[in-house]
């Protein structure tokens, strides 16, 4: 039995540790909202740019595509872009991605591709470094950046499309957890290049049948949309990244200090009952004392 | 009657409102655009947007760069990847 005095050293250590959990919490709520709004905010260009891209997409086509949509016509070596937090406490959040990350991997390995990581964020690099050390292309840093944003999608499509142009690799998966709500974030896996055509019935929200006329051409519009377009996807990654961070966080810090105060209460009646014990224990010892006189 | 003129960018809707006119700094130069234009695309080089609330009023000039310009049934619509001002 522990005595009375490192029973209320205990007791005060867990109600830090829990005010630090409630902070971090209501901090993360705070953040949330932010992301959320901003994803939110982000989403008119993506759908336009969508729209765009499906409508031009359906006209070039054949020979004359862009390399960027049409691939290199092979399709041996794959480039997974994880995309993960730079900090911690946010749950099962980078465990899960990286899971998903390995999973596709090994399947890619399996069919006998190569298969490279190019790595967005801290928390991936430990444990896909622990079975993949060697297959780890590049680390991505996003922890200097308080605000996460356009400029480094931007860096980082950059970076995506020379090693696409130098040859490095065919084709590129992007890895990345979608928002669904605060207890929800699924980790997804997209290919990000060569670019999917997107579905052609967009077609009808971008103006129908109307003849529309290209400055310069079609070809030249979609060539400098295609890689505008690969940068909206990491964007939109990385805004997903930020608000599953917080959701994800949100509830683990409210698990933590819910765990907390149960443990609190535990203690102090265990801290009671020992006390009680005690005077017990005293009393006894003094009536006895007096009937033994 | 009034053109309808949006101008996003990628973390938001910048603009969006009924506007006389807009001269876009074209790839291929410039061109302005007025209600029920032709449906058509351009890219766009970095320059200058330049917005005129009303008929022969002083133009409202947006800086944009790495820009894309649209004109369909709804309008006029500029994606840029920056915008300044």
Same mark, same amino acid.
């Given at each position: 039995?522990?005595?009375?005095?490192?029973?209320?050293?205990?007791?005060?250590?867990?109600?830090?540790?829990?005010?630090?959990?409630?902070?971090?919490?209501?901090?993360?709520?705070?953040?949330?909202?932010?992301?959320?709004?901003?994803?939110?905010?982000?989403?008119?260009?993506?759908?336009?740019?969508?729209?765009?891209?499906?409508?031009?997409?359906?006209?070039?086509?054949?020979?004359?595509?862009?390399?960027?949509?049409?691939?290199?016509?092979?399709?041996?070596?794959?480039?997974?872009?994880?995309?993960?937090?730079?900090?911690?406490?946010?749950?099962?959040?980078?465990?899960?991605?990286?899971?998903?990350?390995?999973?596709?991997?090994?399947?890619? =390995?399996? &069919?006998?591709?190569?298969?490279?990581?190019?790595?967005?964020?801290?928390?991936?690099?430990?444990?896909?470094?622990?079975?993949?050390?060697?297959?780890?292309?590049?680390?991505?840093?996003?922890?200097?950046?308080?605000? $996460?944003?356009?400029?480094?999608?931007?860096?980082?499509?950059?970076?995506?499309?020379?090693?696409?142009?130098?040859?490095?690799?065919?084709?590129?998966?992007?890895? @990345?957890?979608?928002?669904?709500?605060?207890?929800?974030?699924?980790?997804?896996?997209?290919?990000?290049?060569?670019?999917?055509?997107? &579905?052609?019935?967009?077609?009808?929200?971008?103006?129908?049948?109307?003849?529309?006329?290209?400055?310069?051409? &079609?070809?030249? =519009?979609?060539?400098?949309?295609?890689?505008? @377009?690969?940068?909206?996807?990491?964007?939109?990654?990385?805004?997903?990244?930020?608000?599953?961070?917080?959701?994800?966080?949100?509830?683990?810090?409210?698990?933590?200090?819910?765990?907390?105060?149960?443990?609190?209460?535990?203690?102090?009646?265990?801290?009671?009952?020992?006390?009680?014990?005690? $005077?017990?224990?005293?009393? =006894?010892? $003094?009536?006895?004392?007096? &009937?033994?006189? | 009657?009034? !053109?309808?003129?949006? !101008?996003?960018? +990628?973390?938001?809707?910048?603009?969006?409102?009924?506007?006389?006119?807009?001269?876009? +700094?074209?790839?291929?130069?410039?061109?302005?655009? !007025?209600?029920?234009?032709? +449906?058509?695309?351009?890219?766009?080089?970095?320059?200058?947007?330049?917005?005129?609330?009303?008929?022969?009023?002083? +133009?409202?000039?947006?800086?944009?760069?790495?820009?894309?310009?649209?004109?369909?049934?709804?309008?006029?619509?500029? !994606?840029?990847?920056?915008?300044?001002?």
């Amino acid at each position: 039995m522990a005595s009375l005095k490192e029973l209320k050293g205990r007791i005060n250590s867990v109600k830090s540790t829990q005010k630090i959990t409630k902070a971090k919490q209501m901090v993360a709520a705070a953040k949330l909202r932010r992301a959320q709004a901003a994803a939110e905010a982000a989403r008119p260009y993506a759908e336009r740019l969508t729209g765009v891209m499906a409508s031009l997409a359906s006209k070039v086509s054949g020979d004359s595509a862009p390399k960027l949509l049409a691939g290199t016509g092979a399709d041996q070596r794959h480039l997974l872009v994880v995309v993960n937090t730079d900090k911690g406490l946010c749950g099962g959040l980078n465990a899960n991605i990286v899971k998903a990350a390995k999973a596709k991997a090994r399947a890619l =390995i399996a &069919e006998g591709k190569d298969v490279q990581f190019y790595l967005v964020g801290k928390k991936g690099r430990a444990p896909i470094k622990r079975d993949y050390a060697e297959r780890i292309e590049k680390h991505f840093d996003t922890s200097e950046v308080r605000n $996460i944003g356009f400029p480094e999608a931007e860096a980082i499509a950059d970076d995506l499309i020379e090693r696409f142009e130098k040859g490095e690799f065919d084709i590129a998966h992007l890895v @990345y957890p979608v928002f669904k709500s605060a207890l929800a974030q699924d980790p997804t896996v997209d290919q990000l290049i060569p670019v999917p055509s997107p &579905e052609t019935d967009a077609t009808a929200a971008t103006g129908g049948d109307a003849v529309v006329s290209y400055e310069p051409g &079609e070809e030249e =519009i979609l060539e400098e949309l295609l890689p505008r @377009y690969v940068k909206t996807q990491l964007f939109g990654a990385l805004l997903e990244r930020e608000a599953s961070e917080q959701g994800a966080s949100m509830t683990a810090m409210d698990n933590a200090t819910r765990n907390a105060g149960d443990l609190i209460n535990k203690l102090t009646i265990q801290y009671n009952r020992s006390r009680q014990a005690a $005077i017990t224990t005293e009393l =006894i010892e $003094i009536i006895a004392g007096a &009937e033994a006189l | 009657m009034a !053109l309808h003129f949006e !101008l996003v960018a +990628p973390a938001k809707l910048v603009r969006s409102d009924d506007v006389h006119m807009v001269v876009v +700094p074209g790839t291929d130069g410039e061109f302005g655009v !007025l209600e029920g234009h032709a +449906p058509f695309m351009s890219t766009i080089r970095d320059g200058a947007v330049q917005v005129f609330k009303t008929e022969g009023g002083t +133009p409202e000039t947006i800086e944009v760069r790495g820009g894309f310009a649209e004109v369909g049934e709804n309008g006029l619509t500029v !994606l840029a990847e920056h915008v300044e001002g």
